[in-house]
């Protein structure tokens, strides 16, 4: 962008950057997936934070399926 080689991008994570003008597009909601019978799954939210200490799957968008739920 600063190189004037691009004329947009997308990036994430930032709220001010000198310069450029951050424009939202879009907002997905990020949701986990938990047992019915874990304990988190009965809280409407939960913080990120909660999550830390369970073993995670971060799958590809390509492989995010049903498959794995």
């Not at 004329?7 to 930032?14: E, H, I, L």
């Not at 938990?34 to 939960?46: K, N, S, Y």
């Not at 934070?49 to 073993?55: D, I, Y």
């Given at each position: 962008?600063?190189?004037?080689?691009l004329?947009?991008?997308f990036?994430r994570g930032?709220?001010?950057?000198?310069?450029?003008e951050l424009i939202?597009?879009?907002?997905?909601?990020?949701v986990?997936?938990?047992?019915?019978?874990?304990?988190?799954a009965?809280?409407d939210e939960?913080?990120?934070?909660?999550?830390?200490?369970?073993?995670?799957?971060?799958?590809?968008?390509?492989?995010?399926?049903?498959?794995?739920?």
């Amino acid at each position: 962008m600063r190189a004037g080689q691009l004329d947009a991008t997308f990036v994430r994570g930032a709220t001010a950057v000198t310069g450029l003008e951050l424009i939202p597009v879009w907002r997905d909601q990020l949701v986990a997936a938990l047992p019915a019978r874990h304990e988190l799954a009965a809280q409407d939210e939960v913080a990120v934070e909660r999550l830390r200490e369970l073993p995670l799957k971060i799958a590809r968008r390509r492989d995010n399926r049903r498959s794995w739920i």
